[in-house]
């Protein structure tokens, strides 16, 4: 191993510690008390809910997004695997499972009934309240699609983009995940059951993307609906739930053929949505594409990391951030990555997630593609030892770093970013376990 190897190997080892003790203070943070005054509003997390950032700052990450809740605590399995503190995770898991079937119980129509809350706005907060006749509708089958809930277990009601149909699928992927580690309960199935049921009746259909920001079908979800089907029809057919495991293997066969509509010959891409909308253009390129094949975790065959369409889009989209980003000026490797071109939220820069799922990307492709491994692993231990460059020596990892100077900005401690890089460090062990087989 050489010197270089040799640092980053102690660096990543420091940065996982150093998330795994991060990543805590965010799940079951019963001790925090978030008031929003202009709201009059008052919020103390309940067991078992994730917070998206911790920290108290201007961007108000405080809630329960079903989308990162699900990538985090994926995350956490990975390190249960590698014997950190297993136990503890243990328990933090069931307890995610039990907040997240309470959300389920969420009745919009009582808080309309119970009112008050407009009356405790004050009036130049009215009209980020969404109307009476949205949130009446927020019960039984519409909670999991309404994206993101209070900490403390009750609906948000707030305007936001909604629906967004990714995060339960994600969370399925996940405990079914979980379930494979010998780490499952009836709650877990109670869970995955109807998250596998919601996948189902709105596989495929438009809603708003993982940034929250345009409506079409977007690849993300779409992937990420197709791996939860394809995993859930093996867990239904495996629990002799025949019926269960028929109908969602359909919807899987549906998606598959949908999912063959995102390549986009003309270009030589896979396009990041369907129909396109104002903005198909511009994100085509969207990075979520990637974020999608990763978190989906295909093992191999089409829209898995080895499909020759998904490694033709990212080297379109790596010469992308490439050609923007000043920090990646006149480098052939080592790229740092973002959003889409023509990102402006806050910074518009790169982002901890889209990076380390940048690195994981090429672990992975080490992994299934054996006759290129030492290239791949090269590629993504070039990603993290760039990136180490735009981390505080804290290590404390914020969710944008600028483009132009590479300081970190926009919400603190995001508590994604930490889970993306414990996920990427543990696809560059297990490409490494590999080549040292």
């Given at each position: 191993m050489t010197a270089s190897e040799t640092s980053l190997e102690r660096w990543g080892d420091a940065l996982l510690r150093h998330a795994a003790a991060k990543i805590p203070h965010a799940i079951s943070a019963t001790s925090l008390v978030k008031e929003r005054p202009g709201f009059g509003q008052t919020v103390q997390p309940a067991p078992g809910s994730v917070l998206a950032s911790a920290a108290s700052t201007e961007l108000d990450y405080f809630f329960h997004w079903l989308r990162d809740?699900?990538?985090?605590?994926?995350?956490?399995?990975?390190?249960?695997?590698?014997?950190?503190?297993?136990?503890a995770w243990a328990r933090r898991y069931h307890d995610f499972v039990h907040f997240s079937l309470g959300l389920n119980a969420i009745e919009g129509r009582a808080l309309v009934a119970a009112g008050g809350f407009r009356e405790r706005a004050q009036a130049d907060h009215l009209k980020y309240i969404r109307p009476d006749d949205e949130l009446s509708a927020v019960h039984g089958d519409r909670v999991p699609g309404d994206v993101r809930f209070n900490a403390d277990g009750t609906i948000d009601y707030f305007d936001w983009h909604r629906p967004q149909n990714d995060g339960p699928a994600l969370r399925a992927l996940t405990c079914l995940r979980f379930t494979d580690d010998g780490i499952g309960s009836a709650a877990a199935d109670a869970l995955i059951r109807g998250d596998l049921a919601?996948?189902?009746?709105?596989?495929?259909?438009p809603c708003y993307d993982i940034w929250e920001e345009d409506w079409a079908q977007h690849y993300n979800t779409v992937i990420a609906q197709y791996a939860a089907l394809r995993h859930g029809a093996r867990w239904a057919e495996a629990r002799g739930d025949a019926a269960f495991a028929a109908e969602l293997g359909a919807r899987r066969d549906e998606l598959a053929d949908l999912l063959e509509r995102y390549w986009d010959e003309s270009r030589g891409l896979l396009r990041s949505r369907l129909p396109g909308g104002e903005n198909a253009d511009e994100k085509a390129l969207d990075f979520s594409l990637i974020l999608g094949v990763v978190h989906a975790g295909l093992e191999s065959g089409a829209h898995s990391v080895a499909d020759?369409?998904?490694?033709?889009?990212?080297?379109?989209?790596?010469?992308?951030?490439?050609?923007?980003?000043?920090?990646?000026?006149?480098?052939?490797?080592?790229?740092?990555?973002?959003?889409?071109?023509?990102?402006?939220?806050?910074?518009?820069?790169?982002?901890?997630?889209?990076?380390?799922?940048?690195?994981?990307?090429?672990?992975?492709?080490?992994?299934?593609?054996p006759t290129e491994r030492e290239e791949y692993i090269a590629g993504g231990d070039a990603i993290l030892s760039r990136v180490r460059e735009f981390i505080p020596a804290s290590g404390d990892l914020s969710e944008q770093f600028d483009q132009t100077t590479g300081e970190p900005t926009s919400a603190e401690d995001l508590t994604w970013s930490y889970a993306g890089f414990i996920s990427a460090w543990a696809a560059r062990e297990a490409a490494l376990s590999q080549a040292g087989a």
């Open positions: 809740s699900a990538l985090i605590i994926d995350a956490t399995r990975l390190l249960i695997r590698r014997g950190i503190d297993a136990d919601y996948t189902a009746r709105n596989a495929g259909a020759p369409r998904v490694r033709t889009t990212f080297l379109w989209q790596q010469a992308m951030f490439r050609d923007t980003y000043a920090i990646n000026a006149g480098r052939s490797s080592g790229i740092m990555f973002g959003r889409y071109n023509g990102d402006t939220y806050i910074s518009g820069g790169a982002w901890y997630i889209s990076t380390f799922a940048a690195a994981e990307y090429h672990y992975r492709l080490a992994v299934a593609v």
